[in-house]
C-alpha cells in the first residue's frame, strides 16, 4: 500500500522567503500530481510530474520529481501572502488506473 | 461553468438516516471519482468510474455506501444509516483519459460537507 510523507506538517515564513516542501512516497510511482485548497474550498491543481526528473514552474512554484528517490519538493521562492493555503501532493501507485493517494497535507502560512 | 459541481454543499443529517450526494462532472469526462476529506487530512479515495463501469472501490467504502453513474454523466453517492463517523467532506473529481499519453490529471469539485448529528 502506498504511504506518503509530507514535511512539515505546518510552515509559518514571511513574505520574500524561499523554502522547500518535502514529499516523500514509500513505493513506486508513475506520475505525482500536487494541488493547493484554500480552507474550506476544493482542491485545486497545481502540476503533474510525469517522469523522474520533471520539473514545473509557475510563477513563484516550482516542482520537481526523483523517482528514484521517490520524493518531490515543491519550492517557494519569495513567498507572498496569496501563497497561504494548504499544499497536497498526491502520487500516483504504478499499475493503479487512476487512484491517487494524499498526503497529510503541508499548511502553509505567510507572514508580513 | 464548466467544472465539476456537487450538490447539496452541505447536509446536516441525524443518524441513522440516509443521504444522497449528486456530482456533475467536467462534460466529456470519462472517469469520475469520490473522496472523503476529514478535517486535517488528504482526500482519502473511495471509488471511482470509467464511463458507466465502477472500476474500483476502497475499502473504506463500507456495505452501507454505494455509488452509481447510471448515464456515464452524473454520479450519485449514496449512504444508508449514517453515523457520527461518516462526517466529513465527500470530494468528487472528474478526469479525462484518452490514451496512454493521458495526463489524466484530476479536476475536483467544491465538494459537500456532511454532518450527522
Known amino acids: 500500500e502506498l504511504k506518503v510523507e509530507q514535511n512539515p506538517l505546518f510552515l509559518s515564513m514571511q513574505e520574500g522567503k524561499n523554502y522547500t516542501i518535502y514529499c516523500n512516497y514509500s513505493t513506486t510511482s508513475d506520475r505525482l500530481y500536487w494541488y493547493r485548497q484554500d480552507p474550506g474550498k476544493s482542491l485545486e491543481s497545481l502540476f503533474v510530474l510525469l517522469s523522474n526528473g520533471a520539473v514545473k514552474q509557475e510563477g513563484r512554484l516550482m516542482a520537481s520529481l526523483d523517482t528514484k528517490a521517490r520524493l518531490s519538493t515543491l519550492h517557494i521562492t519569495a513567498a507572498v501572502h496569496d501563497l497561504s493555503a494548504t499544499y497536497f501532493c498526491a502520487p500516483r501507485q504504478t499499475g493503479t488506473a487512476s487512484k491517487l493517494t494524499f498526503g497529510t497535507g503541508t499548511r502553509l502560512q505567510v507572514t508580513l | 461553468d464548466t467544472g465539476v459541481s456537487q450538490n447539496p454543499r452541505h447536509k446536516i443529517t441525524k443518524r441513522g438516516q440516509n443521504v444522497t450526494f449528486r456530482c456533475d462532472p467536467i462534460?466529456?469526462?470519462?472517469?469520475l471519482y469520490w473522496y472523503r476529506q476529514t478535517l486535517g487530512q488528504g482526500p482519502e479515495f473511495l471509488t471511482y468510474?470509467?464511463?458507466?463501469?465502477?472500476?474500483?472501490k476502497s475499502r473504506l467504502l463500507s456495505d452501507r455506501f454505494s455509488a452509481e453513474r447510471p448515464k456515464g454523466s452524473f454520479s450519485t453517492l449514496e449512504i444508508q444509516r449514517t453515523e457520527q463517523g461518516d462526517s466529513a467532506m465527500y470530494l468528487c473529481?472528474?478526469?479525462?483519459?484518452?490514451?496512454?499519453?493521458?495526463?489524466?490529471?484530476?479536476?475536483f469539485g467544491p465538494g459537500t460537507r456532511l454532518t450527522v448529528l
Open positions: 468510474f470509467q464511463n458507466e463501469a465502477q472500476l474500483e
Open positions: 473529481a472528474s478526469s479525462l483519459t484518452s490514451g496512454l499519453l493521458s495526463y489524466n490529471e484530476q479536476f
Open positions: 462534460s466529456e469526462h470519462n472517469r
